[in-house]
């Protein structure tokens, strides 16, 4: 099963895919809207972990039209634990100097979907401001 993180952002989203029977993440990148939507449309994901953050709405609906059940997680301290996992590599220290960390944002995402999944399916809404997700 393929599931995809989406760190949404104003401008910028990003995306990692995990695929469950691997175990590991098969994608990961930056992207706008009109890639997020070519690369839902064009894969085999079952289900979105998205963050609450800016551009989430926009990100719904996308996932909404598609029909793809989404799930949302709160993006408190993802990027602080983004920069600390990516000091810990070169290449890492590479996105950190371009400022491309948003994808592995959305690996965190996944990873703390993946860690305790029945808390973010019971959630009632997908609305970010309910305070269960």
């Not at 994608?27 to 972990?49: C, G, M, P, W, Y």
């Not at 944002?105 to 009632?124: D, H, R």
């Amino acid at each position: 099963m393929l599931i995809i993180g989406i760190d949404p952002g104003t401008h910028k989203l990003g995306v990692a895919v995990f695929n469950t029977e691997r175990n590991s993440f098969v994608k990961s990148e930056i992207v706008d809207l009109r890639e997020l939507q070519r690369l839902l449309e064009s894969s085999d994901i079952k289900l979105a972990v998205c963050g609450s953050g800016t551009g989430c709405k926009k990100v719904f609906s996308i996932l909404n039209s598609l029909k793809i059940p989404f799930t949302v997680v709160k993006e408190e301290n993802t990027t602080v634990m983004a920069n600390e996992r990516l000091k810990k590599s070169f290449w890492g220290w590479i996105k950190l100097i371009f400022g491309n960390v948003d994808d592995e944002v959305a690996k965190i995402l996944v990873e703390l979907f993946l860690k305790n999944p029945e808390k973010y399916l019971n959630c009632k809404s997908h609305k970010p401001s309910n305070g269960c997700c």
